[in-house]
């Protein structure tokens, strides 16, 4: 499978823990995203990434969440000090080319935070 | 002002019917326009991109108009299959982020 693929795919997990997610994109693509997404709303940008370099970062996102790329393929975004409020789906998607194409979602990473 | 704004229903048609969603954006230098299809707790997937004179892909038609900043879909002979959610998509000037609406639910009722 060559799609975009994250783990894991559930994590429960008590308030004030830390948790991280991966998220591995498609091979070719060199642009990485981060999404939350809680019911009944649409995918709310958190930050995204362009090969290793973080472009930008959504200014609704707490200093307690951190994404990184280190080399341009993986990427982990971390969530420190969990609050309830965290509990969401966090999707990861990627593309490619210019000018902005697709975005390729993987099944997204469930957080419930207790 | 939401940077993507979508009516998120419920919109619950027959099968046959023609159904028409609109989405308006805030920022009128936003270059790409894409729709959505989310199933329910799957994942989003690209349905169509929006080009500035309008495409149509079998029974769904997408159109853009610039001057008032929206952006329509058009369902026609509605199916079963497609309940979901559509989600608007915009991308800014300068940048590759991508903004979503709050999606807009269907429901089609035999």
């Known amino acids: 499978d060559t799609g975009v693929s994250q783990d894991p795919r559930h994590k429960i997990t008590k308030r004030g823990q830390n948790v991280t997610f991966r998220c591995d994109p498609i091979?070719?693509?060199?642009?990485l995203y981060w999404y939350r997404q809680t019911l009944g709303q649409g995918p709310e940008f958190l930050t995204y990434?362009?090969?290793?370099?973080?472009?930008?970062k959504s200014r609704l996102l707490s200093d307690r969440f951190s994404a990184e790329r280190p080399k341009g393929s993986f990427s982990t975004l971390e969530i420190q000090r969990t609050e309830q409020g965290d509990s969401a789906m966090y999707l990861c998607?990627?593309?490619?080319?210019?000018?902005?194409?697709?975005?390729?979602f993987g099944e997204g990473s469930r957080l419930t935070v207790l | 002002r939401k940077e993507v704004e979508q009516d998120p229903g419920p919109f619950n048609v027959p099968e046959g019917a023609t159904v028409a969603f609109n989405c308006t954006y805030s920022?009128?230098?936003?270059?790409?326009f894409f729709w959505y299809r989310q199933d329910c707790r799957k994942e989003p997937k690209l349905l169509m991109s929006?080009?500035?004179s309008g495409n149509e892909d079998g029974r769904f038609t997408a159109q853009l108009n610039r001057a008032s900043q929206y952006i329509s879909l058009l369902i026609r002979d509605s199916k079963l299959s497609d309940s979901a959610t559509y989600l608007c998509v915009v991308n800014g000037p300068g940048t590759y982020k991508y903004i979503f609406g709050t999606g807009t639910r269907l429901k089609v009722l035999a």
């Open positions: 929006v080009y500035s």
């Open positions: 990434f362009q090969n290793e370099a973080q472009l930008e």
């Open positions: 920022n009128s230098a936003s270059q790409s």
């Open positions: 998607a990627s593309s490619a080319g210019t000018p902005p194409g697709e975005l390729f």
């Open positions: 091979s070719e693509h060199n642009r």
